[in-house]
């Protein structure tokens, strides 16, 4: 059974960066495309970043363009989640899942996903 664990979230300003790592162990990384959600008290979970294993093509949330980038290394195998300039409201606890592709269903699609790491961005 494969596993994903994600890392790297804390405590940062608004303003400031994190990279979100997604180690993955039991699959080989680049036969799946690997999604990031989050979930925010109060809120609905939302799709965050899609990274396809075909093309290394990603899709991002409107609220999260120009702003995080996701990128994978197959040889670790690792997703990365390179977020800037952070908002409060990126606030939340951060998944990284497996799902077939990043078509637009990606989000609903997803086999199984880490425990979550959390992001809370505050001054």
């Known amino acids: 059974q494969g596993q994903l664990v994600e890392s790297g979230g804390g405590l940062v300003q608004p303003g400031g960066s994190l990279r979100l790592s997604c180690a993955a162990s039991g699959f080989i990384l680049d036969n799946y495309a690997i999604g990031w959600f989050r979930q925010a008290p109060g809120k609905k979970r939302e799709a965050v970043s899609c990274l396809s294993s075909s093309d290394g093509s990603t899709s991002y949330a409107d609220s999260v363009k120009g702003r995080f980038t996701n990128s994978r290394d197959n040889a670790k195998p690792t997703v990365y989640l390179q977020m800037n300039s952070l908002k409060a409201d990126d606030t939340g606890v951060y998944y990284c899942?497996?799902?077939?592709?990043?078509?637009?269903?990606?989000?609903?699609?997803?086999?199984?996903w880490g425990q979550g790491t959390q992001v809370t961005v505050s001054s």
């Open positions: 899942g497996i799902t077939p592709d990043c078509g637009s269903n990606w989000y609903s699609q997803l086999g199984y």
